[in-house]
């Protein structure tokens, strides 16, 4: 089955004010000038309980974003009057906390390293899929939820520094990849949780990167090795057959 977007079908049933999401969720700011898919994109969030903000050009964004103080956006990069590059590093000079998921039928990667360097969180290509969509909002949405959590982190006999990324066992440094610190930094925000594999790819790889969960597996493997005093029988970064990883402090 084709999950891409059925514009068609998404517009056949709109959404009228009658049906308004239930506020509680907070605002999802939609910054976008096609007014069909501007229609499209406000089902999908309806759908799930968010409040919606609509805005057809940058400067209205612009506004739309000061008064409604957003949980989330969702940004075109072709606007008229600002830029959504513009209106993206705008946005997060603004209020660096909130999400900014860019939706554009611009795939090449200079762009979307380009918005990251921006502070975009995630880049979302048209044609797209509203689940796949709904999943990164809500990605992000629960990232920035998180309580925050000091910059060094101790665990048995290591010391994790994850603002200079730096690591030390023992005293000892230990050379981390990037990818590594941000996988443990996951594990210590979920202490004693079980985590699936497929949970660890779409928090700390995303669904751009679309590894197997193979990829999981052997990047525990290396933290357990550098981590781990005895990395056969892993203490802190533990299996947990047939449902995925659980971290211990």
């Known amino acids: 089955m084709n999950r891409m977007m059925n514009i ?3 517009l056949l049933d709109d959404v009228g004010e009658a049906q308004a999401a239930k506020p509680e969720l907070g605002t999802i700011l939609v910054v976008e000038d096609d007014p069909r898919m501007q229609k499209v994109l406000k089902r999908i969030f309806m759908e799930e309980s968010f409040s919606i903000a609509v805005a057809g050009d940058g400067k209205t964004g612009l506004e739309l974003f000061r008064s409604h103080r957003p949980v989330a956006v969702v940004l075109d990069l072709i606007l008229p009057q600002i830029s959504g590059r513009e209106l993206c590093q705008t946005m997060k000079s ?19 390293v380009l918005l990251l360097e921006l502070g975009a ?10 689940r796949e969509l709904m ?20 665990f048995g006999e290591c010391e994790i520094d994850f603002e200079k990324m730096t690591a030390r066992r023992s005293g000892v440094a230990v050379v981390l990849t990037s990818h590594e610190f941000k996988l443990l930094r996951f594990f210590t925000e979920n202490p004693e949780r079980v985590l699936s594999r497929e949970l660890l790819l779409n928090e700390v790889w995303g669904y751009n990167s679309y590894p197997t969960t193979r990829t999981v597996d052997n990047q525990i493997l290396k933290l357990r090795q550098k981590l781990e005093s005895d990395p056969a029988n892993p203490t802190h970064l533990q299996t947990i057959y047939g449902a995925g990883y659980k971290f211990v402090p």
């Open 135 to 154: 999943a990164r909002v809500q990605a992000a949405i629960r990232r920035r939820k998180r309580p925050t959590q000091s910059a060094v982190y101790r």
């Open 121 to 130: 969180d995630d880049y979302v290509t048209k044609p797209f899929s509203p």
């Open 8 to 10: 068609q079908e998404l």
């Open 94 to 112: 603004l209020s660096p906390e909130t999400p900014v998921i860019v939706l554009s039928a611009i795939t090449e990667v200079v762009d979307k």
